[in-house]
C-alpha cells in the first residue's frame, strides 16, 4: 500500500511525521491520515514526498525497494547507544541501558551521539511516544532546535526533550507542546542541552 511505503520512506531518511509535514508545508495530522491510507494521496504530493526523503517515485509507489542509506553502521562495532529508558516522572535518568539501534549516516563520526527513547507524547505531534531520537551533542542548540535537556536532581542526571526558544548568556527558555508551555532555566543548573537531528522510528 502507497501509505505504508511513505512511512518506510521517511523513516529511511530519518524524518519523523512532523518534520516531513514541514518540509511539504502541511499539517502533521493530514499526512498521518495520508500514511494511514485515510485520506488519498495525489500525484504531485507524491512526487514532492520522493524528493524530500530522497528515494525515487518508483520506490515510494513499491515499484522498487526503498534504499535505506540513513541507516548504515559506520562498522559493527560502532551501533547507537541508547540512553535514558528508566522514567523518574520529571525526566529519564541519562543513563546507558545496554540498548542499540544501527548508527544512522547523520551521526556517522560523531562519537557521543546517543539514541533517545521518547517517553511521553509531550513533543507531540513532533515526536511520539516511543521514538528513538537521534541527538548530536557535538552541535551546539540554536534557537529554534529541539534539545534533550539535562539537569541534576538527587543526585542523578535527568533528561527530557524540549524546544529551546530561547537563550542568552545567563539562561534558557524551554518549551514542550503537550501542554503547551514554557520554562526558564538557569543555565548554571543545566548540564546538557543536546540537539535531536533526527529520529530512527516509532515503536
Given at each position: 500500500m502507497i501509505e505504508n511505503r511513505i512511512k518506510a520512506a521517511r523513516m529511511a531518511a530519518g524524518l519523523s511525521c512532523a518534520e516531513l509535514a514541514r518540509k511539504l508545508g502541511m499539517y502533521p495530522a493530514t499526512l498521518g491520515r495520508i500514511e494511514r491510507g485515510e485520506r488519498g494521496l495525489r500525484s504531485d504530493l507524491a512526487v514532492r514526498i520522493a524528493d524530500v526523503c530522497g528515494c525515487s517515485l518508483d520506490a515510494l509507489l513499491g515499484y522498487e525497494a526503498i534504499k535505506d542509506e540513513t541507516l548504515v553502521k559506520d562498522d559493527e562495532t560502532n551501533p547507537l547507544?541508547?540512553?535514558?529508558?528508566?522514567n523518574r516522572g520529571i525526566g529519564i535518568?541519562?543513563?546507558?541501558?545496554?540498548?542499540?539501534i544501527p548508527r544512522p549516516?547523520?551521526?556517522?563520526?560523531?562519537?557521543?551521539?546517543?539514541?533517545?527513547?521518547m517517553p511521553d507524547d509531550s513533543m507531540s505531534p513532533r515526536y511520539d511516544a516511543g521514538e528513538v531520537l537521534i541527538v548530536d551533542p557535538s552541535r551546539t542548540a540554536k534557537v529554534g532546535d529541539y534539545v534533550v535537556y539535562g539537569t541534576v536532581i538527587d543526585g542523578q542526571e535527568l533528561g527530557s526533550v524540549h524546544r529551546l526558544t530561547?537563550?542568552?548568556?545567563?539562561?534558557?527558555?524551554?518549551?514542550?507542546?503537550?501542554?503547551?508551555?514554557?520554562?526558564q532555566?538557569?543555565?548554571s543548573k543545566v548540564t546538557r542541552l543536546d540537539?535531536?537531528?533526527?529520529?530512527?522510528a516509532s515503536r
Amino acid at each position: 500500500m502507497i501509505e505504508n511505503r511513505i512511512k518506510a520512506a521517511r523513516m529511511a531518511a530519518g524524518l519523523s511525521c512532523a518534520e516531513l509535514a514541514r518540509k511539504l508545508g502541511m499539517y502533521p495530522a493530514t499526512l498521518g491520515r495520508i500514511e494511514r491510507g485515510e485520506r488519498g494521496l495525489r500525484s504531485d504530493l507524491a512526487v514532492r514526498i520522493a524528493d524530500v526523503c530522497g528515494c525515487s517515485l518508483d520506490a515510494l509507489l513499491g515499484y522498487e525497494a526503498i534504499k535505506d542509506e540513513t541507516l548504515v553502521k559506520d562498522d559493527e562495532t560502532n551501533p547507537l547507544p541508547i540512553l535514558g529508558r528508566e522514567n523518574r516522572g520529571i525526566g529519564i535518568v541519562m543513563a546507558r541501558t545496554g540498548a542499540t539501534i544501527p548508527r544512522p549516516g547523520i551521526v556517522a563520526g560523531v562519537a557521543d551521539a546517543y539514541g533517545f527513547d521518547m517517553p511521553d507524547d509531550s513533543m507531540s505531534p513532533r515526536y511520539d511516544a516511543g521514538e528513538v531520537l537521534i541527538v548530536d551533542p557535538s552541535r551546539t542548540a540554536k534557537v529554534g532546535d529541539y534539545v534533550v535537556y539535562g539537569t541534576v536532581i538527587d543526585g542523578q542526571e535527568l533528561g527530557s526533550v524540549h524546544r529551546l526558544t530561547r537563550r542568552n548568556k545567563s539562561e534558557v527558555t524551554l518549551s514542550s507542546l503537550q501542554p503547551a508551555d514554557a520554562r526558564q532555566v538557569a543555565l548554571s543548573k543545566v548540564t546538557r542541552l543536546d540537539v535531536v537531528v533526527g529520529s530512527f522510528a516509532s515503536r
